[in-house]
């Protein structure tokens, strides 16, 4: 078909020839060139193609019967005309040509006269052209356009929308079931129904998609319920998950794009939703089955189709933190077994098997993470269900030994030299990053904290630490998990040490300008801050002569650097390297201070009673049991004990064994352990109750007047990031504080409290 001429140019070729054209003459012309068309659109042999003469002929008809005077403006009439052509050729070619055919055929057909109308429209409105640019444009009336595709919709489309509909449904569920259809056909017939809503969705969302939706709902149902008996859940998924990707493959080669989230989530209601507990809950196959045999793969698709349902994803980290507990607290029980079997051997409880469980927690941290990152895509629910999961174990403790404990111990064994975890540098670190993200689930975070302090104190003072860089990076890493405050007093004990190296070789340069201050044996002093150490019980110990002037060198010295500071020493944390000349040879030892000046009374000495040991050194019976018993009960028996019984009693005698011999030439005689964990619990029960009393006077200070309830819970929201407050000890804690003239009781509402300024 050729269109040559643009329509200015028809305009001013017609406007020649002025001869008054009556309606039947014209339309007699007008009918021809429609009959052409109609041949044309119908493949009628020997019908010729429209040349740019005939284009013209017809245009300029048209023209000029709409541009003549009144009464011989025929433009209404011809609008209606337009229509008519339209009506005529569908009641006479197209709808009989369509109730013949059925099924796909009549698709087929469907598909031809649609096109065929819309190549109609596009001819007869480039005939009628002026209608549009003038006599339409001033009335206000429907486009050329509009009046030829709304006589086919009201013609054709709806007599045949509901048949249409129920072929091509037909065909969708042929499809379904793995049967190879005209996916093209399927294409163009839909179009017919968004077209023909001249830009509404109307015609396609109500005469198709919607019974589209049903029959989709009601073919997922009846396959779901044969399903769901038949299948394993992850069989039933890989099932669920292949049918939804049909599905959208389906909008993307024939529906329409708005489809797809209605059409989906029909899918997913009857295949997931309805059947979702059942599923989730199968006896050999669910979600329980899944994470205990590390189904990662299955996991992941379980993900993917749940997080698609309306709170789909609760049940299932609601089953990942339970199967995450249930293996935690199996690590507890097996830790607990293994501790109370090893008391029976009189083996140290925070041994290797409480090493074990820790390593054991971590790697099942580890392990649990990398299914919420890979299996679970990150999800905060599943990020919140192996938190809450760990909380429940990792706060239960092992063998009488908090939580805390165990964390501060697993932590010097791999910090301190020889423990019992041989790794590299690299290992260290990923371990330490890995026991401060332990530490995130444990409520008595000051309790790790004191914990660790003591034994970070130990590893320190007796050069016990492996390597300062690692010291150093997991306070790093505890500082930005529990902030500032949590590790201020641990970095300032790392300082200390540094501090007082520099203090020492000071001392030796002294000692080097003073000769005559040389006592005559090497001393090493380490000078700490108070306020960064843990508390250590200092006595005046009466000291042997020998070292009272090494006291007494250190504090001139001392006094040089600063006059305003105090020393207070404490014997208790000392060491001394002495050398006992026995009759076989003379062996060096490594003792305390304690030890050494119980050793050296015996220079003086051959025999020492219990009270007389006790006297001299100007030390409680605890302290005197226990360096008496290291000396002549343990291991290595320096002195020869009367009665010789394996407890120190006030009643025993003492003397130098002259006899010990050992095949080393240097021994180390260890102290009995003291047990600190009571000491390190009461500290913090002390500090506990500074920090509640600190918590209710800022929270009063903040309101003026409060009640009880929320005052203890917003006391318990502050504390929370340290420690869970006891509601009982908050409750002591208010009424200390009322005592003290801090708060006081509303007289008529004692459940409201005053903040006393």
């Avoid at 050729?89 to 055929?105: F, N």
């Avoid at 404990?405 to 790794?423: H, M, P, R, V, W």
Wanted: proline share 2%.
């Amino acid at each position: 078909m050729i269109f040559v001429y643009g329509f200015g140019e028809c305009e001013k070729m017609a406007m020649h020839e002025r001869k008054v054209i009556e309606l039947d003459q014209g339309w007699d012309f007008m009918q021809k060139g429609i009959t052409k068309l109609k041949n044309l659109l119908e493949v009628k042999p020997g019908e010729t193609q429209f040349s740019s003469e005939d284009y013209m002929m017809l245009y300029t008809t048209i023209y000029n019967m709409c541009t003549q005077k009144p009464p011989h403006d025929y433009s209404q009439q011809l609008y209606e005309k337009y229509r008519e052509a339209f009506v005529e050729y569908i009641d006479d070619m197209v709808l009989p040509a369509l109730r013949e055919k059925h099924h796909e055929y009549m698709l087929k057909e469907l598909q031809k006269r649609w096109q065929n109308h819309k190549v109609m429209v596009r001819w007869l409105s480039r005939f009628f052209y002026y209608l549009d640019r003038y006599f339409i444009a001033r009335r206000s009336l429907p486009g050329l356009n509009e009046v030829g595709l709304t006589c086919f919709r009201d013609r054709v489309y709806q007599e045949m929308k509901s048949m249409v509909k129920d072929a091509v449904l037909s065909l969708i569920d042929q499809e379904r079931e793995g049967e190879q259809i005209d996916r093209a056909l399927l294409k163009n017939i839909l179009d017919i129904f968004v077209e023909i809503g001249l830009g509404s969705m109307e015609c396609y969302e109500n005469d198709f998609e919607e019974y589209l939706l049903k029959e989709t709902a009601a073919y997922y149902s009846r396959k779901a319920s044969i399903w769901i008996l038949e299948d394993s859940c992850p069989d039933y998924m890989l099932k669920a998950e292949e049918c939804l990707k049909r599905e959208k493959d389906r909008v993307g080669h024939y529906l329409h794009s708005s489809s797809e989230n209605k059409l989906l989530e029909k899918v997913q209601h009857e295949l997931l939703s309805v059947y979702a507990n059942q599923l989730l809950e199968k006896e050999h196959s669910g979600c329980h089955v899944l994470l205990r045999d590390d189904k990662t793969e299955d996991l992941s698709r379980m993900f993917r189709l749940f997080s698609k349902i309306n709170r789909g994803l609760d049940p299932v980290s609601q089953m990942f933190k339970e199967h995450v507990t249930s293996e935690g607290m199996a690590l507890v029980k097996q830790a607990e077994d293994a501790a109370s079997n090893k008391k029976e051997e009189k083996r140290d409880i925070m041994g290797v098997q409480e090493q074990v469980f820790v390593r054991k927690i971590i790697e099942l941290h580890d392990k649990y993470l990398n299914y919420v990152v890979e299996c679970f895509q990150n999800h905060t629910l599943f990020h919140k269900a192996l938190k809450e999961a760990f909380e429940v174990f990792c706060n239960k403790g092992v063998a009488g030994s908090s939580s805390a404990e165990l964390l501060a111990t697993f932590c010097d064994n791999i910090l301190k030299k020889g423990g019992s975890e041989k790794l590299s540098d690299e290992a260290i670190e990923e371990t330490l990053e890995k026991v401060v993200k332990l530490l995130a689930y444990i409520s008595d975070k000051d309790l790790f904290a004191e914990f660790y302090r003591k034994k970070l104190a130990r590893r320190l003072l007796f050069d016990k630490s492996a390597n300062d860089d690692h010291e150093r990076s997991i306070l790093t890493k505890l500082k930005q998990q529990c902030g500032g405050q949590f590790t201020s007093k641990m970095e300032g004990m790392v300082t200390d040490l540094t501090l007082a190296r520099e203090n020492q070789t000071q001392f030796e340069e002294y000692l080097t300008s003073n000769s005559q201050a040389n006592p005559g044996i090497d001393l090493t002093v380490t000078v700490l801050t108070t306020g960064f150490w843990p508390s250590y019980k200092s006595f005046d110990l009466n000291l042997p002569s020998e070292m009272v002037k090494c006291v007494e060198v250190f504090k001139e010295f001392y006094q040089t650097k600063t006059k305003h500071r105090k020393l207070t020493w404490i014997y208790s944390l000392g060491t001394c390297n002495i050398n006992g000349k026995f009759d076989s040879k003379t062996i060096e030892m490594i003792v305390t201070t304690y030890q050494a000046a119980a050793l050296l009374l015996f220079n003086a000495s051959e025999r020492l009673s219990y009270a007389e040991v006790m006297t001299q050194l100007n030390l409680t019976d605890d302290d005197v049991i226990r360096l008496l018993h290291s000396l002549s009960c343990a291991k290595y028996k320096i002195l020869v004990k009367e009665p010789n019984t394996k407890t120190i009693s006030p009643n025993d005698v003492f003397t130098f064994n002259n006899k010990f011999t050992d095949r080393m030439r240097r021994i180390k005689i260890p102290l009995p352990p003291v047990d600190e964990k009571k000491k390190v619990v009461e500290d913090v029960d002390k500090d506990r109750r500074y920090a509640i009393d600190a918590s209710i006077v800022r929270i009063m200070k903040s309101r003026k007047v409060l009640g009880h309830q929320q005052l203890v819970m917003e006391c318990v929201e502050q504390l929370g990031r340290m420690f869970k407050p006891d509601f009982k000890a908050i409750k002591k804690r208010i009424e200390d504080l009322i005592t003290r003239d801090y708060l006081e009781r509303d007289k008529e509402n004692p459940n409201l409290y005053r903040y006393l300024a």
